[in-house]
């Protein structure tokens, strides 16, 4: 990404997660652009539960799969989601914490700054 993103808080977003290498340009950051069509935009911290739930819903964020050069996570991994699986897991009880530094302003197409402050894990 050559544009500096801002976070949900209005600034300089942060690195989400590093190991694994996160984020839709496996750069880290939970940045965006006109490809990623998922907006993989929420810096969340995954945890069995979430991940039981995705697995459920079509998506399998356990199994590794090295072709893609994922190793699958586990419960504590910090993960760029899609803002709808974000929300959709929250209606259904089992949203993961989110980092708010981490987390891109394009969230708030689709989840309030209010939710997302409920799910926060990095402010005081």
Not at 19 to 48: E, F, L, M, S, W
Not at 85 to 114: D, H, I, M, Q, Y
Request: with cysteine; hydrophobic share 30%.
């Amino acid at each position: 990404m050559k544009t500096k993103q801002l976070n949900v808080l209005g600034t300089d977003i942060q690195i989400c997660g590093t190991n694994p290498k996160t984020g839709y340009y496996r750069d880290g950051c939970c940045n965006t652009g006109p490809k990623d069509i998922g907006i993989h935009t929420v810096c969340a911290i995954v945890t069995q539960e979430f991940l039981d739930y995705s697995r459920l819903q079509g998506n399998d964020l356990i199994t590794p799969r090295p072709e893609l050069n994922f190793p699958g996570l586990k419960s504590g991994d910090a993960w760029c989601l899609c803002a709808t699986r974000f929300e959709e897991s929250r209606l259904a009880g089992c949203a993961p914490k989110v980092r708010l530094t981490a987390t891109n302003e394009k969230t708030l197409k689709t989840v309030s700054l209010e939710i997302l402050k409920e799910y926060q894990i990095d402010l005081n």
